[in-house]
């Protein structure tokens, strides 16, 4: 008797194509730049024909589009995953910000793709970078606007606000993007965390108090 084969549908075979495709793009991207970074390239990597890529991305931008998308869509699930673990508004916001902080550590390719990648690789993607930025945004300004409900935070533009915090947090990971030689990422948390608070009214004894959830974090990356 014949062992049996498990068939798999064209539709999930193409997607697991597709999702091969795209994490060679992400390696090929990283090591040699969306500029430089060849069709031919991201073939080889991907362990399929040039034909087999165009297949899925007619071009490279298609590609590149496709990362900035999904990456994003991962780290704002990471956050929004963290967020939804808090009740009091404060600390919701200080899980986006934490959240988004050690990804980035973790992950600096990541970081590189939507920070300076995206930007480096052109006009073309000016529109893809802005609607990345306004989602992250977006969430942040909900979370304020949670705050401001609860009487937790003054009354304050949060469209505004929401959109100096994204700038600040974006501005301290591209610095450290661009070192040499950087430090951890992740110890600009704690100053980070207190310019911000203390920019929506948040009281000293709550900034000094610290974010107890970054106490335990901390600890075990120490180890």
């Not at 490279?60 to 939804?84: H, N, Q, S």
């Amino acid at each position: 008797m014949s062992p049996t084969r498990v068939s798999i549908e064209p539709t999930e075979k193409s997607r697991a194509r597709r999702d091969q495709i795209l994490d060679a793009a992400f390696t090929t991207f990283a090591h040699r730049g969306f500029r430089e970074a060849s069709m031919d390239e991201i073939a080889t990597a991907a362990n399929t024909s040039k034909g087999g890529v165009y297949f899925h991305f007619p071009t490279k931008d298609t590609i590149f589009r496709e990362l900035m998308r999904t990456t994003a869509d991962r780290l704002a699930g990471k956050v929004e995953r963290a967020v939804a673990a808090e009740t009091d508004p404060i600390a919701r916001a200080e899980a986006g910000i934490r959240t988004v902080l050690l990804a980035f550590a973790g992950h600096r390719t990541t970081a590189r793709l939507l920070l300076i990648d995206a930007v480096a690789a052109g006009r073309a993607f000016q529109t893809e970078t802005a609607i990345m930025h306004a989602r992250f945004a977006g969430l942040i300004r909900g979370y304020l606007e949670e705050a401001q409900a609860a009487g937790t935070i003054p009354e304050l533009d949060a469209e505004t606000t929401a959109r100096a915090w994204f700038g600040a947090l974006s501005e301290i990971v591209s610095r450290w993007l661009l070192e040499e030689k950087p430090g951890r990422l992740e110890d600009s948390y704690p100053v980070l965390r207190a310019v911000l608070l203390r920019s929506v009214g948040v009281s000293e004894a709550r900034i000094a108090a610290g974010d107890p959830a970054w106490h335990g974090t901390a600890a075990v990356r120490s180890r």
